[in-house]
């Protein structure tokens, strides 16, 4: 009895945590949006609001983009590469710029994007505000009757939804060029070419479902990052297992709204 | 005698199911300097915490300028703590902020003064700490001294009613710690601030306080003025006051169950 029990009850026990972490995760996003407007728009939220954003805007976004260029590069280079000598055998070299643009646009722009946005800001945000926790500075504005959400969350949350979506256009651009100059310099494929390619199978949809992706992927890293970093406990090493718990989480969460995204968009026609 | 700013009336914190402060009761009175008392572990810092509604008590009610902290709107809990000032252990700045940015912060959030007015404010409030060549220094560059004066000086940004000391002359030298204690007497004498000092170095409290409560495994064992104190007959006020090394605290720790637990020990 106590076989079939124990198990049941671990997995009620995990079921009831998890749903208890997604409430807070989605609690805290309710009143993120809930006092964005009062934080960039009522007239002392400008005082603060903005040069917040302003200031998390380059410390996500404009910093990464040197990395998350590289990396999208990289990945356009190898699937062109991975692709070519099956294609090769059917004598369709000349659709790698498809299958790239496709991949990219689509999918693997905004996710790797993503990703390295969670190693690189969410990591970042999660550390800080696990940092500001232990060292009673949360405390501190609370005391000051000044909100963390409306002062700490809201900045980093609008700054990563909107870097992301402008990351996820540079990344774009990089995968299909690292694409394009692999195919140019192994497998003798015209850079024109691939360019006029490029542009004929590309839709608007392709383009526009990716940067819906990269948005709500921007504000999902923020929001767990913001979350799990709040809520630190037990000093320095509370720091250390938040930022690793964002990491693990964040990914697992991008990949898991990247399939229902996938799924609905499918199910669309989109 | 005057008002009481803050009345708390019976109220118990339970953490993990145990009472870390019983049924406690306690008036501060406009105006007075009160230190709170107590070791490590005694419910005084959660006391603190409970009086400028940082945390729930789950019982009893705290009368804070005139409303019940448990009763409290958020605009009024808002209110409120605009008008109480708040110096924190470790001085609680904020590290990506200057430290007359600190110090500007809650003028910037509450106030619509233009930034000229606020930068002359930040300077006084400065110059009251000892701290106006340092203003664009970061945290990081400054002592611990210097942090919780800095710390002070963004407490009376708003020129509060109530000033919350969390342990105001910990870890600081006792140079140091004097000068924060003369801060402390100066804001309470100039400003007419009513001070509450949550503290267990006696040296200090003795300097700044007009009263004095000892808290004790989460309930008051004595309330007096600093000679009542010092002239008490309790052993436990006499050991914690004179830091006498035989007493009651210490025979506390001795009957633990050591040999019990020793014996208890599987080999």
């Known amino acids: ?270 | 005698m005057s008002e009481p700013v803050i009345r708390v009336m019976e109220v118990t914190k339970i953490y993990d199911g145990r009472a870390v402060l019983d049924k406690v009761c306690l008036d501060v009175r406009q105006g007075e300097t009160l230190a709170i008392l107590g070791g490590s572990g005694s419910g005084k810092s959660t006391l603190l915490r409970l009086m400028i509604g940082n945390i729930p008590y789950d019982g009893g009610d705290i009368i804070g300028l005139g409303k019940s902290l448990g009763g409290m709107s958020d605009g009024e809990m808002a209110d409120y703590r605009r008008s109480i000032g708040v110096l924190f252990q470790s001085g609680a700045l904020f590290n990506s902020m200057s430290v007359a940015d600190n110090v500007a912060l809650p003028m910037r959030e509450h106030t619509d003064l233009p930034e000229e007015t606020i930068e002359i404010v930040v300077t006084m409030k400065l110059e009251q700490v000892g701290l106006r060549e340092h203003a664009r220094k970061m945290p990081s560059q400054l002592s611990g001294g210097m942090k919780k004066r800095a710390g002070l000086a963004r407490a009376i940004a708003l020129d509060p009613k109530i000033l919350f000391y969390d342990e105001p002359s910990a870890g600081l030298d006792p140079v140091t710690s004097a000068e924060i204690d003369q801060l402390i007497i100066d804001l309470n004498r100039k400003l007419g601030v009513t001070s509450v000092v949550v503290t267990h170095e006696m040296d200090s409290a003795f300097r700044i306080a007009d009263r004095m409560v000892l808290l004790d495994r989460g309930k008051f064992i004595v309330s007096g003025t600093p000679k009542e104190m010092k002239e008490s007959s309790d052993p436990l006020v006499r050991q914690f006051v004179y830091g006498l090394t035989e007493g009651p605290l210490t025979d506390r720790r001795r009957t633990g169950g050591y040999e019990d637990e020793l014996l208890g020990v599987n080999l």
Not at chain 1, 89 to 101: C, E, M, Q, R, T
Not at chain 1, 107 to 132: D, H, K, N, R
Not at chain 1, 247 to 255: K, M, P, R
């Open chain 1, 1 to 270: 009895m106590r076989l079939i029990i124990g198990p049941i009850t671990a997995a009620v026990g995990a079921a009831a945590r998890s749903l208890e972490f997604m409430g807070g995760v989605g609690y805290l996003m309710r009143d993120a949006l809930g006092s964005a407007r009062r934080a960039l728009f009522s007239k002392r939220g400008r005082r603060l609001g903005w040069s917040n954003l302003w200031e998390q805007m380059e410390r996500v976004g404009v910093k990464s983009i040197p990395i998350v260029s590289l990396v999208l590069f990289c990945i356009g280079s190898i699937l062109a590469l991975q692709m070519a000598p099956t294609l090769r055998d059917f004598g369709l070299v000349v659709a790698i710029p498809d299958i790239v643009s496709i991949a990219v646009f689509r999918e693997l722009g905004p996710l790797v994007s993503a990703i390295v946005l969670t190693g690189f800001a969410g990591a970042s945000i999660a550390a800080e505000m696990g940092t500001m926790v232990v060292s009673e500075e949360i405390e501190a504005l609370e005391a000051h009757a000044i909100s963390p959400i409306r002062l700490l969350v809201v900045p980093r949350m609008l700054a990563t939804t909107v870097m992301m979506v402008c990351i996820a256009v540079v990344g774009d651009l990089m995968g299909v060029l690292g694409g394009m100059l692999v195919s140019r310099w192994f497998l003798d494929l015209d850079c024109l070419l691939y360019i006029r390619r490029t542009f004929d199978i590309l839709k608007l949809q392709d383009f526009v479902t990716g940067l819906v992706k990269a948005g709500v992927f921007g504000a999902l890293i923020s929001t767990l990052a913001c979350y799990l970093g709040l809520g630190v406990s037990g000093g320095a090493q509370g720091v250390g297992v938040a930022t690793t718990r964002t990491v693990v989480l964040t990914i697992v969460a991008l990949i898991a709204v990247d399939l229902l995204f996938t799924a609905v968009f499918f199910f669309l026609g989109l």
